[in-house]
């Protein structure tokens, strides 16, 4: 009986095998098709996925492709999103986030002529580096070097406690890499500024009460500022922010329509990596096998609106900063 099981399961596997075989070889790719997967926030984050949703509907507005976006409601939808998207003859397909590189990475394999682009995760990280894969990555840390900076100063000429906060989703690096900009921007404006940083481990918008309970905690221990890179999750934060009357800083989008509570933003270009990703598989030309760096210098990442209570000698000293590191 236990052989009999044995040899069921391993033909299962087998049948299983040669069917995803037989569909990926039947796949075609069409390069005037393009797709997005989203990762759990959902596109109503006003931040990560809703930046990758405007750059496919830019595409689909301005060059007339025919884009669609698959939404993950949990992890164990990304695979099966990402073959859909393949199936359905996409002859690009954008797995947004770092967390679906796994995901990205299986399926990049299992369809070599559809190209695959992960926003937040390099190439060169991918367990199996598929030809037919990019990684379209961020030098977040510069946008949150400038924001932090500029925090850091605010904080100074209110004087009192000399404190600002972080909220972060999950403790990945493309959180990481934004918050360890900000604390670095911060010191260099304000060396005796104190930096408070908690992580939620969730971004989607349900998740709201969590980062808010966090950044009311760090408001109570002074904080004067808090920036949240938490996606969907994050917006809590803020709202802690607009509630005890302190500083918010927006990610990802540009989120000063939240109002006169919000510092500036750390922005991430990622409806520009999508379209530039849609565009070039238009127009035949999308390069894999490698990293799309994007940064302050290409315009990759960038500073969003700055509250008209900021002093102008304050942002002429971020801008003045911000032409170094474009200088190197």
């Known amino acids: 009986m ?33 797709a997005i997967v989203t990762d759990t926030a959902g596109l109503n984050d006003r931040s990560f996925n809703f930046l990758a949703n405007k750059g496919r509907l830019l595409a689909q507005n301005t060059l007339g492709m025919q884009t669609r976006a698959l939404i993950s409601k949990t992890n164990s939808d990304y695979l099966p999103n990402l073959v859909a998207a393949a199936q359905q003859g996409n002859g690009v397909v954008v797995a947004n986030g770092f967390l679906l590189a796994d995901a990205m990475n299986t399926a ?39 924001v932090g900076y500029l925090a850091g100063l605010m904080a100074k000429r209110k004087g009192g406690k000399q404190v600002i906060s972080a909220v972060g989703g999950q403790k990945i690096p493309p959180v990481d890499n934004w918050i360890a900009g900000y604390r670095a921007g911060a010191k260099k404006a304000n060396p005796r500024i104190r930096v408070l940083i908690g992580y939620s481990g969730l971004f989607p918008p349900s998740a709201a ?47 000063a329509y939240l109002g006169a509570h919000i510092l500036t933003s750390g922005v991430k270009r990622v409806d520009l990596a999508v379209f530039r990703s849609f565009r070039d598989s238009k127009r035949g030309v999308l390069k894999s096998g490698l990293d799309r760096l994007h940064n302050l210098k290409n315009g990759g990442q960038d500073v969003g609106k700055i509250s008209s209570k900021v002093p102008k000698a304050f942002i002429a000293q971020m801008n003045a900063i911000k032409k170094q590191i474009i200088a190197g």
């Open 2 to 34: 236990k052989k009999r099981r044995v040899s069921g399961v391993l033909i299962a596997g087998l049948i299983t095998s040669f069917a995803l075989a037989a569909i990926a070889a039947g796949a075609t790719s069409d390069a005037n098709k393009g």
């Open 108 to 146: 990049a394999g299992q369809f070599p002529d559809v190209k695959f682009a992960i926003v937040d995760f390099p190439w060169v990280a991918l367990k199996d580096k598929p030809k037919n894969a990019l990684g379209l990555t961020f030098k977040s840390e510069e946008s949150g070097y400038l």
């Open 209 to 255: 009460p969590k980062c808010k309970e966090i950044a009311l905690n760090q408001i109570a221990q002074g904080s004067q500022a808090v920036f949240q890179v938490a996606g969907g999750c994050g917006l809590g934060a803020l709202d802690a922010a607009k509630q005890k009357g302190k500083w918010g800083i927006g990610v990802d989008a540009d989120q």
